[in-house]
C-alpha cells in the first residue's frame, strides 16, 4: 500500500539541517506501510554484547516493525527507503549513534540478562519542525518500564534511564499519540546497554575452594554452577543466569558459602516448566547465604539438614540478601507465564524454605529485603518453615527482614500464600520472628500453621487489601496474624505458641470484603499487647504507612551498619 504524502515544514531550529541538502525533505505517509526490518548493510552487522556500555544501534534485534518504511540505525527515519534518514536531531543537538523509528514502531532485543540499564535520549527528531506527536514506552521483559506522555516536535528532549538488570528481552515502542501517524518521526538517541558483562559456560564445581566469575546455563535442565563435592565450597563476587537453578548441589555433607553475587533467572522457555531456584541443596552441612542480588529466581530451597547442632558454623545463614519477584509461574513455552492461579500453572515456591531441617541451632534469616509485584512474581509464602525445629537454647530466628508483596496470578484470585509461615507441617518448633516489616502480602502477614514454642513478636504488618488499579486481593483474606492448629494434638502446649507486641494493620478495601487484623482458633496460642492500627475493623488503611514502613525499615537498616545486596 502507498501512503499519500505531505511536505515538512521546519521550525528555525531545524533550519540548518537543510542547507547540506539540495532538495527539501518528502515526509511520511499518513498512513501506515507494511511492517519493515532494518536492513542488511554490512556496516550494520551485530556485534555481540561486550562488557561496559554498548551502542544499541549495532545490535540486531529479534524483531522489528516500523510505521513508515524500515527503521533507522545512526540516522533520523527520513523516508521509506533504506538508509534515506539523516542526522540523528533533537532540539538543535545532534547524535552520531541512535535509532530512528516512526509511529508505530516496535523493536525488540534480546539483551540475555548481560546488562544493568538502558539509556537514550528521546523526542520527535527535527526534520519534521514542531510537527508530529507520539508517545515512547520502555518494557522490560514484558512489563512496561517507562512511559513519555505525549511528546511532539516541540516538546524538550526527554532523558530515559531503565533498570534492565536480569532482563531478557528489551522492547522499545513508539506509538502514535491519538492525532494520526503524519510526521511522527522519532529517535532513540544515543541509546545505550550500559554496565554490561559476558558469560562462561555452566560451572560444575568437584573440588573445595573459593570460585569467583559469570557463569550462564540456556539449558533448562541445566543449573548455571553444581557443586558436586562435599569439601568447603565459597561462590563469591559472581554473575549468575539460568534456565534452570542458580547453585545446584549434587553432594551429601555440602559446605557451601554463596556471597556477593548476582543471579538471573530466565524463563525456561518449556511449556510446563517452572523457573529455577537460586539455591537447591539438600543433606547439607552448612549453608551461608549473604549479600547477593536475586531477581527472578525461584528462592531457596534445603531440605533434610546434616548439620551438627554440636559442631560450630554447620548451621545455614541467609542474611543481607536483596531479592526481587520470586516467580513460580510456569512458563508458556514462548517467552512467557502461564498466568492463571490453575493447577499445574504454577510452582510453590518461597524466597526461603525449610523442609526437615532437624535440631539446628544458630540459624538465621536476617535482614534480607524481598519486593515482589503483582502479575509479575508468584511467590507461595516468602518464608516458610515446614517440618522444621531449632532447639530450646537455639530457635530459629526469623529477623528484621522486609517482606513486600505476595500475590496470586491474577492478584484477584485464590491464594494461599503470604509473607511468613513460622509453623508448617505437624513437626515444627522453636522458631522465633521479630523485628520483620511485613507489607501487602495478601492471603496473611505472619502466621503459625502448627506446632509449639514458637513466638511473633515486635513485628509490623500492614495491607491495604487492593492494588492503586482498585483490583482487590485474594479472596480467602486469612488475617493479619494468624494461629491455627491443623494438625491437632493433645500431647501439645499450645501456650507456648504466642503474638506479642505486635502492629497489624490489615486493611478492609470495601464492605462485604472484610478482612480480620488477627485470627486465633482454639488452642492455638495466645496474644499478648498487640496493636490494630487503625483500631476500627471496617476502617481502610492509609496508604502512606505502607511506604512509612519501608523507610522505617531502611533506617533502621541503615543506623545498624547493614548492607542489604551485594558490597
Given amino acids: 500500500m502507498t501512503a499519500p504524502a505531505h511536505r515538512s515544514t521546519l521550525t528555525p531550529r531545524a533550519l540548518f539541517l537543510l542547507a547540506a541538502l539540495s532538495t527539501a525533505l518528502s515526509a511520511c505517509g499518513s498512513g501506515p506501510s507494511p511492517a519493515a526490518t532494518a536492513p542488511g548493510s554490512p556496516l550494520l552487522q551485530p556485534l555481540s554484547i561486550d562488557p561496559g556500555d554498548n551502542t544499541l544501534s549495532y545490535e540486531t534485534p529479534v524483531s522489528a516493525t516500523n510505521g513508515w518504511g524500515p527503521y533507522e540505525n545512526n540516522m533520523s527515519n527520513g523516508e521509506k527507503a533504506a538508509g534515506d534518514g539523516r542526522t540523528l536531531t533533537l532540539n538543535g543537538t545532534t547524535y552520531a549513534t ?104 555452566p560451572l560444575t564445581i568437584t573440588a573445595g575452594g573459593t570460585y569467583s566469575g559469570n557463569w550462564r546455563s540456556l539449558d533448562p535442565n541445566v543449573p548455571a554452577v553444581k557443586v558436586a563435592t562435599s569439601a568447603p565450597v565459597v561462590i563469591e563476587n559472581c554473575t549468575l543466569s539460568s534456565r534452570n537453578d542458580s547453585v545446584k548441589v549434587s553432594s551429601g555433607n555440602a559446605q557451601v558459602t554463596i556471597r556477593n553475587c548476582r543471579a538471573y533467572g530466565l524463563n525456561p522457555n518449556v511449556s510446563g516448566q517452572f523457573p529455577g531456584r537460586f539455591f537447591r541443596g539438600d543433606y547439607l552441612k552448612s549453608l551461608r547465604i549473604e549479600n547477593n542480588f536475586l531477581n527472578k529466581t525461584a528462592g531457596i530451597s534445603t531440605q533434610y539438614f546434616q548439620g551438627s547442632p554440636s559442631v560450630a558454623g554447620e548451621t545455614i545463614t541467609i542474611r543481607y540478601n536483596r531479592v526481587r519477584n520470586i516467580e513460580g509461574r510456569a512458563s508458556d513455552g514462548a517467552d512467557g507465564w502461564q498466568s492463571t492461579n490453575a493447577a499445574g500453572t504454577f510452582d510453590r515456591v518461597q524466597f526461603v524454605q525449610f523442609n526437615n531441617v532437624d535440631n539446628i541451632q544458630g ?118 496474624i494468624y494461629l ?49 492500627v487503625p483500631l476500627g475493623q471496617s476502617t481502610p488503611i492509609d496508604p502512606n504507612l505502607i511506604q512509612q514502613a519501608i523507610t522505617d525499615w531502611q533506617n533502621r537498616a541503615a543506623s545498624n551498619g547493614v548492607v542489604v545486596g551485594p558490597r
Fill in 484 to 532: 491455627r492448629n491443623y494438625c491437632s494434638s493433645d500431647t501439645i502446649d499450645r501456650t507456648t505458641v504466642v503474638a506479642r507486641d505486635n502492629t497489624v494493620g490489615w486493611g478492609t478495601p470495601s464492605p462485604g470484603n472484610e478482612r480480620a487484623r488477627w485470627d486465633i482458633s482454639n488452642n492455638a496460642g495466645t496474644t499478648l499487647n498487640n496493636t490494630s
Fill in 98 to 201: 541512535g535509532l530512528g523509528v516512526h509511529a508505530n514502531s516496535d523493536l525488540v532485543y534480546n539483551v540475555g540478562a548481560q546488562c544493568r540499564t538502558f539509556t537514550a535520549q528521546i523526542g520527535v527528531d527535527d526534520e519534521v519542525g514542531a510537527n508530529g506527536s507520539v508517545v515512547f514506552q520502555v518494557f522490560v521483559d514484558g512489563v512496561k518500564r517507562f512511559d513519555s506522555g505525549r511528546m511532539d516536535g516541540s516538546s524538550a528532549t526527554q532523558a530515559v534511564n531503565v533498570d534492565i538488570e536480569g532482563a531478557e528481552r528489551l522492547r522499545l515502542v513508539v506509538t502514535d499519540a491519538g492525532d494520526g501517524i503524519s510526521y511522527d518521526h522519532a529517535d532513540w538517541a544515543d541509546a545505550k546497554l550500559r554496565n554490561c558483562l559476558t558469560y562462561s559456560a
Fill in 363 to 480: 540459624a538465621e534469616i536476617a535482614w534480607n529485603r524481598v519486593d515482589n509485584e503483582p502479575r509479575n512474581s508468584r511467590v507461595e509464602d516468602n518464608i516458610n518453615i515446614y517440618d522444621s525445629n531449632g532447639t530450646a537454647t537455639s530457635p530459629i530466628l526469623i529477623h528484621d527482614n522486609l517482606i513486600n508483596g505476595a500475590y496470586a496470578t491474577p492478584p484477584d484470585g485464590d491464594y494461599s500464600g503470604g509473607g511468613i509461615l513460622l509453623g508448617d507441617g505437624c513437626h515444627v518448633s522453636y522458631v522465633e520472628a521479630y523485628g520483620n516489616t511485613v507489607l501487602e502480602t495478601s492471603n496473611y502477614g505472619m502466621a503459625v500453621a502448627n506446632g509449639h514454642h514458637m513466638t511473633i513478636r515486635n513485628n509490623t504488618i500492614y495491607g491495604l487489601g487492593k492494588l492503586s488499579d482498585g483490583t482487590y486481593l485474594d479472596q480467602n483474606n486469612d488475617a493479619g
